[in-house]
């Protein structure tokens, strides 16, 4: 049984290192030099990207930083001796950032009203100054495949757009590189593997205390999904790395206006009477012939 249990636990940190290696040479988001600033919030995705980071960095081709910076915002009951006694464990270099967002937060948003926007701006901002302090090169954060998925769903549903989070993206101040390595990695893989690495989860009792907030809406309905629908999840993330502006209708991101017919064939011309077909996805059909592929792929030279 035990032995089992450690296969598994091999299976999964690998097809996590996998992913994660993956997304770093697809976005390119790791160069040699680099001195990448890990935050970490002490819950179960930050803490699987510092780890898979660190086991990335002890076997990548090239040279590259890792520091851990938490912000402790003062919520009442924050453990604030669990994440340095961790770090500390295992050796990882780490900073601790205390700024009491909390009281602003809870003073200035009326009781019964969600928190998420003004604390990930005040929290934003915090992590900007303190990259700047430490000559970080980029800003690492723990969203998932999960997270940019519920990101495309709210803000079409809520926010009347079609965008989702970024892989890699410039911060809002022109000054940061922020990046999302675990970006391939599913919500239920880094469930189970902190589980298994039994990391020292702290909740945010700040954010999880809000009923009903649009997130946990959208989350739920995903969730429903990929358990009636196996692999839906993972057909939707694959739609925003395969975008045709020419089949939506943003006019400002593609000229319909003077879009005219021509006598030669118009690559991306619409099909507008012919049925859709859809294809089975060959990676799908083949995964666990290819399952070790991307470990050959871990943090390629720039």
Avoid at 95 to 106: G, H, L
Avoid at 185 to 212: T, V
């Amino acid at each position: 049984m035990l032995k089992k249990q450690q296969y598994n636990t091999n299976k999964l940190q690998k097809r996590l290192r996998r992913l994660v290696g993956t997304a770093i040479a697809d976005f390119n988001m790791v160069e040699a030099g680099d001195r990448i600033m890990v935050c970490l919030s002490g819950g179960k995705d930050s803490y699987a990207l510092l780890d898979i980071l660190r086991n990335l960095q002890s076997h990548a081709p090239l040279e590259f930083e890792l520091i851990a910076v938490n912000l402790d915002q003062k919520q009442p009951g924050f453990p604030e001796q669990v994440l340095p006694e961790y770090l500390t464990r295992i050796d990882m270099p780490f900073r601790i950032v205390e700024q009491d967002t909390y009281s602003v937060v809870k003073r200035v948003i009326a009781e019964g009203k969600t928190t998420c926007s003004l604390c990930s701006r005040l929290r934003r901002g915090v992590l900007y100054r303190v990259a700047d302090e430490l000559g970080a090169t980029k800003i690492a954060l723990g969203h998932h495949r999960d997270d940019m998925l519920e990101t495309l769903f709210l803000n079409m549903f809520y926010g009347g757009k079609l965008k989702a989070m970024p892989p890699k993206l410039v911060s809002d101040d022109g000054k940061h590189i922020v990046i999302r390595p675990l970006a391939y990695c599913k919500e239920k893989d880094l469930a189970a593997y902190a589980a298994m690495a039994d990391f020292p989860i702290i909740p945010c009792n700040l954010c999880g205390s809000q009923p009903n907030l649009q997130r946990q809406v959208i989350k739920e309905m995903l969730q429903q999904w990929d358990k009636k629908f196996p692999g839906r999840l993972e057909t939707m993330f694959r739609s925003i790395q395969n975008v045709q502006l020419s089949h939506l209708a943003d006019t400002s991101r593609y000229d319909f206006v003077n879009l005219k017919a021509q006598d030669q064939p118009f690559e991306g011309g619409d099909t507008a009477f012919d049925e859709e077909t859809f294809e089975p996805n060959i990676e799908e059909m083949f995964s666990p012939a290819i399952e070790d592929e991307g470990d050959r792929r871990i943090v390629s030279e720039s």
